[in-house]
């Protein structure tokens, strides 16, 4: 955690980028390291997770209190629906929405992109 807090000073201090409000887009790896990452730092207002599941952590996903658009793939080979859906569950935000795709864990439709991009647009104004 402390790795990536450092990173995200290193980057508001960069004068192009400035301390306005972060987003974090993380599925798979990116979902595992991002619900720790998520839930401890207050700059993060909005996330996009998913593609993992609730060995991430249902107690840490509970810290969870911004608005986020939580991916799942239903045919996943690698991370049953199942858990998906408790890690989704397990989310404190009030704002949650859950996008499910047909397909496999690398078959995640481009259309998600512009739609996370839409979510961050409405989210770090």
């Known amino acids: 955690m402390p790795e990536w807090q450092a990173v995200l000073d290193a980057v508001q201090k960069l004068s192009h980028v400035g301390t306005g409000p972060v987003g974090y887009w993380g599925v798979s790896l990116g979902c595992g390291i991002g619900v720790p990452f998520v839930a401890a730092e207050p700059r993060v207002r909005a996330a996009v997770l998913g593609l993992a599941g609730a060995e991430v952590s249902a107690g840490t996903a509970a810290r969870i209190t911004v608005p986020v658009e ?3 793939q239903w045919d996943d080979e690698r991370v049953p629906r199942t858990q998906s859906l ?5 989310l404190a935000s009030a704002e949650k929405t859950l996008h499910a795709n047909p397909g496999r864990h690398g078959d995640l439709p ?5 739609s996370s991009l839409r979510f961050f647009a409405r989210h770090l104004r």
Not at 86 to 90: E, G, I, N, R, V
Not at 110 to 114: A, R
Request: charged letters at 25%; proline letters at 0%; glycine letters at 0%.
């Open 86 to 90: 408790a890690l989704f569950d397990a």
């Open 70 to 72: 939580f991916l799942v």
């Open 110 to 114: 481009s259309f998600e992109t512009d």
